[in-house]
């Protein structure tokens, strides 16, 4: 260490003995004025130089002593005191560092050297000469010092090396340092120094650096610097993004031997490092599936030595540093051993005159080929023998049993790795099966609230053990509990609810056979059950539901439907009643393409809503649109535009397109003098007519545009085609529903909108059937929701009229048409006959006057005065002249 020497100049001061000496000496108080300051570094050396001036410069004995004065108490502690020929004395902290120095040396004899300096040292110094024996020299008795300790920063608290964040976190870096004087504390990031922002602040004198909402561009390295005049150190803390756990060499599947060893691997990176790997085997750990047989290594691979039959499955590998969520891969374990025989029960039972089974309980891998059998240690050819079949498992069918299938049995597994032996001997009995002496009725019909009973006994046979029965649902959903109470083989269901419709089977069974009968029981007077089979059939813009009602509560109730639809991922349901009521199809129009949609449907009937059907996933075809066009806000519906008698004979339809003239009819309408009423609150628009725009829609002048509050748009338009015509249904608008007035149906089958409807609808009707349509034509339909003084157009529906409506329409006209000309033919022949059968009558009555005639004339003629006989008309095979 190095030394530092300071010359000082001595003072006067009174002298003073230690008690230790017995001195009296009293010592005047002295000023810090003109003491010596002196600058050490932490750990150097230093030399308090102090001179001895003896009285008239003859050497007589004195004492020095050293002291440090502490502050706030004003007390003098002694550091160091020397008298000749004595042991010298040094203060507990500075022992080993104070001496003496060299009395050759050029500092003054009562100099002081201070080694390994600490920041404690700092402080005040007095250095102190007694002459025993001797008056005080009141000029020369005492130096002052003041030593300061200087030491170059180091830190207390620093950061950690490495820390790991995620986006949009907050962190604080606390970097502090000690040292004399203070350290300085500075901050960088990658080289330059931090910049102050919204998000990025220093606080506490420097020692902490703040970051808020952490982004990409405020990951780096961050230093601290802290520094004085005597140096400066740094420390750097890495701030990176945290990464989770990733498996970068996973698990594969494995085939084994029994007894052979297996090793999974399972290597994994993540950031920071600290991964824990964990493995499951058919979701559970692994050290309680394989116990002592796996061992789980540190680079995260799985051991198991010796593998076991049992040991066949899925192994999991899961892996995880703390930070998201943790990540797996798995791989299967196939343990191949020859086939074997895992039970042999000793007796089995056939039923006389049923079907039967002879269990040959087997286990395989890789699986069974094939299986013999021997009775009566006989080989037994099963292909070759009537009435027995040999399962895929294994095991003995019995499609017929009778008297000579009974006798001892075994059976020898085998597949690709061999077998490991044969079951033991099962002998086989062949007893006649229970049978059902009171069976319940097909299907009960009970109310709600209602109870039921429904009876069940079965016999055993001969030689046999008695059945037991018991009661199952046919669904295997569990039987009502608290309500159920089964006596013998009767079961009794009390307070029926809804959900005990169903079926219900009753069950006997012994060692011999089960036997099983069904009962129906129907509860009604109860809301629907729940639809089933729901499917949907997508379009770019549709779904096309179907279902099958489910019961409808009994045969007084009719049920209605109500489609449940929102996107996924969507918290609210919107519904849509179907229509006509009863159907069980119906297209859910205006989706947007590319989506996937959740949809279930409920039934209704007088008692109330039923249970919801499953929920299936349908996704519109197309891809999704980037993002959603704004609302349009229309002003109100022209009252000129087409009505609904328009819509079904107007030649525009036929011809595909507005009639000529009749867009300057519009306008001459328009143009006319009509009487506006004064501006109000509210303004009447019925009375007045504007123009129509390319749209289709009015034009109404700023000055005339409404100010009333208008309601939401109609929700969920669709059009049905039923066999007397189109369904236009909509739903009432979300928001200020109660707003709406009345309704009016637009559509169009090219750019000009018209009005469907001849007049309004009202506002508690949804629906609207249209009669005509032209087939092979596409509509384009909307619905205004009108208040007093404003309206919202509901969504536009794209719909094509199918072809086959025009088909229909031209052939019934040809029918028609053929049918008119064969009436018109019949009625021309009818005609034609009644004219000619006239004709024939006035040429007969002519004839038979002329015939008369001259039949009088031959006779003489008639005497004056008699008058003429009437003509009658002639029969056939009578005589001309008998009627004359």
Not at 42 to 63: K, M, Q
Not at 605 to 634: F, H
């Amino acid at each position: 260490m190095g030394m530092r020497v300071v010359t000082c100049r001595q003072l006067l001061t009174v002298a003073f003995l230690p008690l230790s000496l017995l001195l009296n000496v009293v010592v005047p108080a002295l000023s810090f004025q003109d003491a010596q300051h002196i600058t050490a570094i932490l750990g150097e050396s230093v030399v308090f130089n102090c001179n001895v001036d003896f009285p008239e410069d003859h050497p007589v004995p004195y004492v020095l002593q050293w002291e440090k004065k502490v502050g706030g108490t004003g007390e003098d502690i002694p550091v160091y005191i020397w008298y000749e020929n004595y042991p010298t004395h040094a203060a507990e902290e500075y022992k080993g560092r104070v001496s003496g120095v060299n009395p050759e040396s050029s500092y003054g004899q009562a100099s002081l050297n201070l080694t390994n300096i600490r920041e404690t040292d700092q402080g005040w110094y007095e250095c102190k000469v007694v002459f025993l024996n001797r008056a005080p020299n009141q000029n020369k008795n005492g130096t002052w010092f003041h030593l300061d300790v200087h030491a170059p920063p180091r830190f207390s608290v620093t950061p950690e090396d490495v820390i790991y964040v995620n986006l949009g976190d907050a962190i604080i870096l606390n970097c502090q340092a000690e040292g004399t004087p203070a350290p300085e504390i500075l901050w960088y990031r990658d080289a330059n120094p931090v910049d102050i922002s919204a998000t990025i602040g220093i606080f506490n004198d420097g020692t902490e650096l703040r970051i808020s909402n952490i982004r990409h561009e405020d990951i780096g390295d961050y230093t601290c610097i802290a520094r004085n005049g005597e140096g400066q150190i740094s420390h750097t803390a890495r701030v990176i993004i945290a990464g989770g756990a990733v498996i970068m060499v996973p698990p594969t599947n494995q085939t084994k031997l029994e007894g052979e060893r297996v090793e999974f691997t399972c290597e994994a990176k993540a950031m920071p490092g600290n991964v824990t790997v964990r493995w499951f085997r058919e979701g559970a750990p692994v050290q309680e599936a394989l116990e002592k047989r796996v061992d789980i290594r540190r680079d995260g691979s799985l051991i198991v030595n010796p593998v076991s039959a049992d040991d066949s499955g899925l192994y999991l590998c899961e892996v995880t540093n703390g930070i998201g969520e943790p990540q797996s891969a798995s791989a299967y374990l196939s343990v191949e051993y020859p086939a074997k025989v895992t039970f042999t029960p000793t007796v089995q039972y056939l039923p006389f005159r049923l079907g039967g089974v002879v269990q040959c309980y087997i286990k395989a891998n890789p699986p069974l080929q094939y299986v013999t059998w021997t009775k009566e240690r006989r080989l037994l050819e099963p292909y070759q023998t009537k009435d027995i079949v040999i399962m895929n498992n294994g095991s003995l069918l019995f499609t017929r049993v009778n008297e000579n299938h009974g006798g001892r049995y075994s059976c020898t597994p085998y597949n690709a790795q061999g077998t490991q032996g044969s079951s033991g001997p099962m002998e086989v009995l062949v007893r006649k099966p229970p049978f059902f002496t009171i069976e319940p009725e097909a299907l009960y019909q009970r109310k709600m609230g209602d109870t039921v009973e429904m009876p069940c006994e079965a016999q055993e046979a001969e030689d046999t053990q008695k059945p037991k029965i018991t009661w199952h649902r046919r669904d295997g959903s569990p039987l009502p509990k608290g309500r159920v109470h089964i006596a013998g083989g009767n079961i009794t269901i009390e307070n029926l609810r809804r959900t005990d419709f169903g079926y219900y089977q009753c069950v006997a069974s012994n060692e011999v056979a089960t036997i099983v009968t069904t009962t129906q029981l129907v509860v009604e007077g109860t809301q629907p059950h729940a639809p089933y089979n729901l499917s949907g059939n997508a379009s770019e813009f549709a779904v096309t539901l179907t279902w099958l009602p489910g019961y409808s509560g009994g045969p007084d109730y009719k049920q209605d439907y109500t489609i449940w639809y929102r996107e996924a991922n969507v918290a609210n349901w919107s519904q849509i009643p179907v229509t006509p009521p009863g159907s069980t199809q119906v297209t859910i129009n205006h989706l947007t393409p590319g989506t996937k949609y959740e949809f279930q449907v409920i039934g209704k009937n007088a008692l109330g809503d039923g249970m919801l059907s499953k929920v299936i996933e349908v996704r519109t075809l197309g891809s999704k649109p980037a993002g959603k066009q704004p609302d349009v806000v229309r002003p109100p519906p022209n009252p000129s535009e087409k009505s609904e008698k328009d819509f079904e004979h107007s030649p525009d339809d036929a011809a595909g397109g507005p009639a000529p003239g009749g867009d300057r009819r519009d306008r001459r309408r328009s143009g006319r003098n009509r009487s506006v009423p004064k501006p109000k609150d509210v303004i009447d628009f019925s009375v007045v007519v504007f123009p129509t725009d390319s749209a289709g829609l009015p034009a109404i002048p700023p000055i005339l545009r409404p100010r009333g509050p208008k309601p939401g748009p109609p929700r969920n338009l669709t059009v049905t085609e039923y066999p007397n015509g189109f369904l236009i249904s909509w739903q009432a608008p979300v928001e200020k529903a109660n707003l709406v007035q009345y309704y009016t149906i637009k559509y169009r089958t090219d750019a000009q909108w018209k009005t469907l409807n001849k007049q309004q609808i009202r506002s508690e009707e949804t629906s609207f059937l249209v009669k005509n349509l032209v087939g092979g034509r596409t509509y384009h339909f909307r619905v205004l929701a009108n208040s007093v003084s404003s309206y919202e157009a509901s969504d536009e529906v794209k719909f094509p009229v199918p072809a086959r409506v025009k088909h229909k329409a031209i052939t019934a006209g040809v029918v028609g048409g053929i049918l008119f000309f064969i009436v018109a033919i019949i009625l021309s022949v009818c005609a034609v006959k009644i004219c000619n059968k006239r004709k024939r009558r006035k040429q007969e009555k002519a004839y038979n006057m002329v015939a008369c005639r001259i039949t009088d004339s031959r006779n003489g003629g008639q005497p004056p005065g008699v008058s003429q006989v009437p003509l009658k008309k002639r029969k056939k095979g009578e005589e001309l002249g008998s009627h004359c």
